[in-house]
C-alpha cells in the first residue's frame, strides 16, 4: 500500500501568488516525521522543511509552510508569494520511528511557476 | 563541503555486466541509503544500512546487493544489470535521530543498462 500519497502530478501557478501541494500518508505508528524536498531540473534534492508527529505547531521556513492535519493525515506544503525559481518537483517524504531508518518518498508533483 | 559523493555520475552498460556505484559521506553519519528514481514512481528505496556492519532491505531490493565495511562508505552492487535497472540512483545519509534527521543526497548517478 502506498504510505505517501501525491495526487497532483502537475501544477501551475502565477507568480506572486501562493500555492498548495497536497500530501497524504498512511502510518499506524504514533511517531513519525514528515518531509518536503524539492528537486530542481538540475536533478540535486533539496530538503524544505520538517514537521514531527508530535508537534503542535506548523512547521514554517521562510516562504514555506506545512499544514498539518493530524487526524487526516495530511501534511500539505503552502509556498507563498511563488518565485520563477520555486519551478521544480515537489516530494513528501515520511519517516517513521519505530521502523527505524525506513524513510519513503511520494511520486512528487510537478509545479509550474508562470511569469 | 564535500557531503555526499557519487561515482561515477553516468554510465552506460551492457546487460549482463556488473556494476558497482559508490557512494561516500564525511559527515559522520550513521544511516545511509540507496534510492532509485523513476519518472511518476518518485523514489523508492532500494537498501539501507543504520550503522556500519547492519544493513536492511528496501522497496525494491531485487538485484541489488550493498555493503557497509565503515561509517563513510555504502556501495551498491548490480551483480547482473537488467534493461529495468535504467535509472538514476541517489545516495543519502542522514543523522541517526528518530523521526527528525532529514536525508542528505548526492548529486545522483544516472545508469543505462542496454
Known amino acids: 500500500a502506498q504510505k505517501i500519497t501525491q495526487t497532483q502530478p502537475g501544477m501551475f501557478v502565477q507568480e506572486k501568488e501562493a500555492v498548495t501541494l497536497d500530501c497524504t500518508y498512511d502510518?499506524?505508528?504514533?511517531?513519525?516525521?514528515l518531509f518536503w524536498y524539492k528537486q530542481p531540473s538540475s536533478g540535486e534534492m533539496i530538503f524544505l522543511i520538517y514537521?514531527?508527529?508530535?508537534?503542535?505547531q506548523n512547521a514554517t521556513e521562510g516562504r514555506y509552510s506545512l499544514n498539518f492535519q493530524k487526524a487526516r493525515k495530511s501534511a500539505n506544503l503552502v509556498i507563498s508569494a511563488s518565485q520563477l525559481g520555486d519551478s521544480a518537483m515537489y516530494f513528501c517524504?515520511?519517516?517513521?520511528?519505530?521502523?527505524?531508518?525506513?524513510?519513503?518518498f511520494g511520486p512528487g508533483t510537478r509545479l509550474s511557476v508562470l511569469p | 563541503t564535500a557531503g555526499i559523493t557519487q561515482a561515477p555520475t553516468s554510465q552506460i552498460l551492457a546487460a549482463g555486466r556488473s556494476m558497482t556505484l559508490r557512494c561516500t559521506q564525511d559527515?559522520?553519519?550513521?544511516?545511509m541509503y540507496w534510492y532509485r528514481q523513476d519518472l511518476g514512481l518518485g523514489l523508492r528505496l532500494i537498501h539501507y544500512s543504520n550503522t556500519a556492519g547492519t544493513t536492511g532491505k528496501g522497496e525494491v531490493p531485487d538485484g541489488y546487493s550493498v555493503s557497509r565495511a565503515n561509517t563513510d562508505d555504502f556501495p551498491l552492487t548490480l551483480a547482473s544489470a537488467v534493461p529495468s535497472q535504467t535509472s538514476v540512483y541517489f545516495c543519502a545519509s542522514s543523522v541517526d535521530r528518530a523521526n527528525t534527521g532529514e536525508l542528505f543526497f548526492g548529486e545522483g548517478s544516472r545508469l543505462t543498462v542496454l
Open positions: 502510518t499506524s505508528d504514533p511517531s513519525y516525521g
Open positions: 559527515m559522520r553519519h550513521n544511516a
Open positions: 517524504a515520511m519517516r517513521e520511528g519505530h521502523i527505524g531508518q525506513n524513510f519513503v
Open positions: 514537521q514531527g508527529s508530535y508537534d503542535q
